[in-house]
């Protein structure tokens, strides 16, 4: 892959941008639907830990023990807005970032993903949950283990990333 291979493992949620301005945070679907509503716990952490200007890619899942509970997260794309303060409150999701498309209003789309990757940790350096940072790896062996040990969890598989990639947005490329 260019500029060598990262690895990330794939989990079994939502793929969803969420977009932070001074206005606030909303959250959207690969389909570009607006999912704010469905998750206004994630919005909610977001807005309190990310600055304004910041675009993140990531999934929304949402942890049943030591499992991850996509039938949660589905309960929430149909449900009623007093349904969904109390599941945000009794099945709370968590928000996985895995890239970096904005900072500070500049758009990083066209940086490879090392360097979106690095500046996405720095971002990450204080957060706490709901919020966290996906795993990444350019360690072979450790994306073999984590295929072998986080299938049980529902983790589908591993996702490899070019590091010099940019981000290529609608296309499957990774």
């Known amino acids: 892959m260019p500029g060598g291979t990262r690895w990330e493992p794939k989990f079994d949620g939502f793929r969803l941008g969420a977009v932070v301005s001074s206005a606030g945070v909303r959250l959207f679907s690969r389909q570009r639907k607006d999912l704010t509503g469905a998750f206004p716990d994630v919005a909610a952490a977001i807005a309190e830990q990310v600055p304004a200007g910041c675009v993140l890619d990531g999934e929304v899942v949402r942890w049943s023990g030591e499992r991850l509970d996509f039938d949660a997260l589905q309960r929430r794309l149909t449900a009623s807005p007093r349904t969904i303060g109390r599941l945000a409150e ?85």
């Open 90 to 174: 009794e099945q709370p999701a968590t928000y996985v970032a895995f890239d970096l498309l904005a900072a500070a209003g500049n758009d990083l789309r066209s940086q490879g993903y090392g360097v979106r990757r690095q500046l996405l940790e720095e971002l990450a350096k204080g957060w706490w949950p709901p919020l966290s940072l996906s795993p990444s790896t350019s360690d072979r062996e450790v994306a073999l283990a984590w295929m072998r040990e986080l299938a049980p969890a529902g983790v589908e598989g591993v996702v490899a990333k070019g590091a010099a990639q940019p981000y290529l947005g609608g296309r499957r490329d990774w």
